[in-house]
């Protein structure tokens, strides 16, 4: 006699060799759903911890209300612009425009932080970077290096000081140019973590500055040309007292370094001279102190050697699988 299978009463029996059909966690769905990269989440993220920050901290930050309200604002532009860059067609417009959003967007936070630097110590601690610096080299090296000071070589520092500025839009461009767009990202959020991590440092050790903190102690003044000019006006325009420990100026122009080693290797020698020009001329233009410029250096090698794995998460977070 034959068997009938009877359907159970459970309702009919699924086979379990059969694969099943899974849907995407919320966690990697979100970031497709999004569309952002990298670089993206890390700007969102530092306008959410800051505009936080200011709201705890609000009776230590001056019109914290205005900074969450420009933060807000930062956020909804950096997320129109990006928007802007994927609908593109050709490569390089889409570039541009990314490279535009991404490089204001580090501007703005390095403003955005000035307000914050006090919230956690209420003071300046010039005096103990200074307290260690004279202890490890016996003089204070910004002041000692008033006997070097010329025309002709405040000129070549400060112009390795403001050609920064240009770094960054050129160094990329190569970069793309060499490598596309997955490596240019790759640059961008280099940047951006190294810059965040500075705006961090600013607020976690506030340091004011030589020229803030021990500015009647320099006796020869900076006389110079064209790029002197440019470097006093880039201090009196664009830099506020504090942001100085991590040096941003040494971390990134680190970053761009190891990035023109990784991708075009030729740039990295053109660069050579400029970069270490540069680390000299943060001291010796009385931006910063060693400390900023040795500890700014040390964070972007950091940020190097930790940036392609995160990158790396970062893609596996998004993946449908």
Not at 30 to 42: F, K, S, Y
Not at 205 to 218: D, Y
């Amino acid at each position: 006699m034959t068997m009938i299978d009877r359907p159970s009463p459970e309702g009919p029996s699924t086979d379990s060799r059969q694969p099943r059909e899974r849907r995407p966690p919320v966690r990697r769905l979100l970031p497709r759903v999004l569309g952002l990269e990298a670089a993206d989440a890390l700007v969102l993220a530092a306008l959410v911890a800051f505009t936080v920050l200011a709201v705890v901290f609000h009776r230590r930050v001056a019109g914290w209300q205005l900074l969450a309200a420009k933060n807000l604002v930062a956020a909804v532009v950096f997320l129109a612009a990006t928007t802007a860059a994927r609908c593109l067609n050709q490569g390089g417009a889409r570039f541009l425009v990314r490279m535009g959003a991404v490089s204001l967007a580090y501007a703005y936070l390095f403003g955005a932080v000035d307000s914050l630097q006090l919230i956690l110590h209420g003071r300046w601690l010039d005096g103990t970077v200074l307290a260690l610096e004279e202890r490890l080299f016996g003089v204070q090296p910004t002041l000692w290096m008033q006997r070097f000071v010329s025309p002709w070589l405040t000129e070549w520092m400060m112009f390795a000081y403001v050609v920064y500025l240009p770094l960054y839009p050129l160094v990329c461009a190569a970069i793309y140019a060499r490598r596309g767009e997955r490596a240019a990202e790759e640059v961008f959020f280099s940047l951006g973590l190294v810059n965040v991590l500075c705006d961090v440092g600013f607020i976690l050790f506030p340091v004011a500055g030589p020229l803030a903190f021990i500015g009647g102690r320099f006796t020869v003044p900076l006389e110079g040309w064209v790029f002197t000019s440019l470097g006093e006006l880039v201090r009196a325009k664009l830099h506020f007292v504090g942001g100085s420990l991590p040096s941003p100026h040494c971390a990134a122009a680190t970053v761009l370094w190891g990035m023109a080693w990784r991708h075009r290797r030729w740039l990295f020698w053109l660069l050579a001279p400029i970069v270490v020009t540069l680390y000299v001329s943060t001291v010796y233009g009385r931006y910063h102190y060693v400390s900023d410029a040795v500890t700014g250096i040390v964070l972007a090698l950091v940020v190097l050697a930790v940036a392609p794995r995160l990158l790396r998460a970062w893609e596996r977070l998004q993946s449908p699988r």
